[in-house]
T-cell receptor
């Protein structure tokens, strides 16, 4: 069975410092993995996705994530946080590679706070 | 959120009353979904549709029904609202993304429902 665990419910950083949001997954198959971001009172926006091509995936707004099969992890990083990065982030695993919404399993979310 | 409109965006109702949420898309995507978002639970799939008049249940479908009479509209109905259905409801469509060109799950801005 597939599952996804976001290891931190809340992460606080200072503007200009690195961001690390951690995600571990469990999957019986080669998974597709995604990170979505949700700003307050907004819908979810796709940041990046991994679908068995390059293990280092670059997304929008300077975010990237590395797929590590040996560690079953897909952590999200950014070298330097901006105030506009404050939002909730969801790690998502798909049971099948076509990302159809019926197969998506959402983590419980990590709230990122950025202070000046 | 371009291309997906949810209405109403906010609604307060009383226990036992019927409620209908509407999702309208202009993307001509075949697949449409209703999720609910609750603190500590991430997003959970309620119902989905894979075509006009073709719908199926998700993981939390009890107390909800859906209808899709045309490609662009997907309605979620609470026949008799309960306080446990107080939540934020998101509609999503699956299809070619506007920026990436790849198939992505795109979310509406959400409908906040409060059942007193």
């Amino acid at each position: 069975a597939q599952s996804v665990t976001q290891l931190d419910s809340h992460v606080s950083v200072s503007e200009g410092t690195p961001v690390l949001l951690r995600c571990n997954y469990s999957s019986s198959y080669s998974p597709s993995l995604f990170w979505y971001v949700q700003h307050p009172n907004k819908g979810l926006q796709l940041l990046l996705k991994y679908t068995s091509a390059a293990t280092l995936v670059k997304g929008i707004n300077g975010f990237e994530a590395e797929f590590k099969k040996s560690e079953t992890s897909f952590h999200l990083t950014k070298p330097s946080a901006h105030m506009s990065d404050a939002a909730e982030y969801f790690c998502v695993v798909s049971r099948i590679s076509n990302q159809a919404g019926t197969a998506l399993i959402f983590g419980k979310g990590t709230t990122l706070s950025v202070s000046s | 959120d371009a291309g997906i409109t949810q209405s109403p965006r906010h609604k307060v109702t009383e226990t036992g009353t019927p409620v209908t949420l509407r999702c309208h898309q202009t993307e001509n995507h075949r697949y449409m979904y209703w999720y609910r978002q609750d603190p500590g639970h991430g997003l959970r799939l309620i119902h989905y549709s894979y075509g006009v008049k073709d719908t199926d249940k998700g993981e939390v479908s009890d107390g909800y029904s859906v209808s899709r009479s045309k490609t662009e509209d997907f309605l979620l109905t609470l026949e008799s609202a309960t306080s446990s259905q107080t939540s934020v409801y998101f509609c999503a469509t699956f299809g070619q993304g506007m920026s990436s060109g790849a198939n992505v799950l795109t979310f509406g801005a959400g409908s906040r429902l409060t059942v007193l």
